[in-house]
T-cell receptor, first 114, second 113 residues
Framework: EAGVTQFPSHSVIEKGQTVTLRCDPI?????LYWYRRVMGKEIKFLLH????????ESGMPNNRFLAERTGGTYSTLKVQPAELEDSGVYFC????????????FGSGTQLSVL | GENVEQHPSTLSVQEGDSAVIKCTYS??????FPWYKQELGKGPQLIID???NVGEKKDQRIAVTLNKTAKHFSLHITETQPEDSAVYFC????????????WGAGTKLIIKP
């Protein structure tokens, strides 16, 4: 069974540009989460989808971040326009249940904004 | 606000020795404590978890202990091996949600041959 896949693995962009990250969850997992880790710091929750609906987007930093999950399958996270402080590793995770247990993470996207 | 403090940030041990990583949480109502391991180039993977109704849980060479009174929990790895080298994260639930976790900052474990 395929795990959670994320694309791209790395992205280097200039301040002001747009970047779109993609996440394909494990098939059958209705719950999809986005997290971010800034270098050396804790992993922080960004938002949670249940199927195609945003269950909780309280962790989204500001309105430059837009997440979608059309059709309830894969999800995209767009940053527009990117700022220096957006640099970090963006993780996607999925789970069967909508609780905090047994999260399956992707390998992450390392975003560098120069 | 709620937080999880994790120590140390880096831990270097000789192969075969034991490693201990500690986390302290702030919400006394927390009832679930997972540990995740992130190997190089991969995402975090759940390796062990414990609920607040038990004080210790073991799985082969890894164990987690929980002290609810002191509000801290620890990961113990015995007979460390090169493949144990990774970043380890602890986490605890927030009081506002049944799916959000508050994470520690991570511990980079280095196993010296």
């Amino acid at each position: 069974e395929a795990g959670v896949t994320q694309f791209p693995s790395h992205s280097v962009i200039e301040k002001g540009q747009t970047v779109t990250l993609r996440c394909d969850p494990i098939s059958g997992h209705d719950n999809l989460y986005w997290y971010r880790r800034v270098m050396g710091k804790e992993i922080k929750f960004l938002l949670h989808f249940v199927k195609e609906s945003k269950q909780d987007e309280s962790g989204m930093p500001n309105n430059r971040f837009l997440a979608e999950r059309t059709g309830g399958t894969y999800s995209t996270l767009k940053v527009q326009p990117a700022e220096l402080e957006d640099s970090g590793v963006y993780f996607c995770a999925s789970s069967l249940s909508g609780t905090n247990e047994k999260l399956f993470f992707g390998s992450g996207t390392q975003l560098s904004v120069l | 606000g709620e937080n999880v403090e994790q120590h140390p940030s880096t831990l270097s041990v000789q192969e075969g020795d034991s490693a201990v990583i500690k986390c302290t949480y702030s919400d006394s109502a927390s009832n679930y404590f997972p540990w995740y391991k992130q190997e190089l180039g991969k995402g975090p993977q759940l390796i062990i978890d414990i609920r607040s109704n038990v004080g210790e849980k073991k799985d082969q060479r890894i164990a987690v202990t929980l002290n609810k009174t002191a509000k801290h929990f620890s990961l113990h790895i015995t007979e460390t091996q090169p493949e144990d080298s990774a970043v380890y994260f602890c986490a605890a639930p927030t009081r506002d949600s049944n799916y959000q976790l508050i994470w520690g900052a991570g511990t980079k474990l280095i196993i010296k041959p």
